[in-house]
């Protein structure tokens, strides 16, 4: 199975919380061959745990921790690039989802899973939006509300 992670899903398997243990059956279950993640996860990821830290939910010490175990970590993934036909496809999201609440970096990440949906089988979010979307988009996308 190729599965695609957005950021919020795939803090879970980094950072214990709500969801957590949902998305490790997943894991547990199925033969996972390809982790796509979108380039912009990079950045996020380091934004959530510097949040948590400022949130005093993580100590710094574990937020660098958790950082370098990621990046320690890219090298079991395949990122998707952040070129101009990704980001073109993002402004074209906006337009089409803005109303409804999609924002820059969530355009992103949407635009990466549905530049790999001829190869993905199954798309995983924690986001409600995102899920919405994807779902809009015909993206084979996990909807649960624990995730």
Do not use: C, P
Not at 6 to 26: A, N, Q, R
């Amino acid at each position: 199975m190729i599965i695609f992670l957005d950021t919020s899903s795939l803090f879970k398997l980094y950072h214990k919380e709500t969801g957590t243990k949902e998305l490790e059956v997943i894991f547990d279950t199925n033969t996972i061959n390809e982790i796509i993640l979108s380039e912009l996860t990079k950045i996020e990821f380091a934004s959530t745990i510097w949040k948590k830290v400022r949130t005093k939910e993580l100590t710094s010490e574990a937020g660098v921790k958790t950082i370098q175990l990621f990046e320690s970590d890219y090298s079991k993934f395949t990122f998707i690039a952040l070129n101009s036909l990704v980001i073109e496809y993002a402004r074209n999201l906006i337009s089409t989802y803005g109303a409804l609440g999609l924002r820059t970096l969530d355009s992103i990440q949407l635009a990466s899973s549905i530049s790999t949906r001829e190869k993905v089988d199954l798309f995983i979010t924690a986001d409600l939006l995102l899920q919405e979307l994807m779902n809009k988009e015909g993206l084979n996308v996990l909807r649960s509300t624990t995730i």
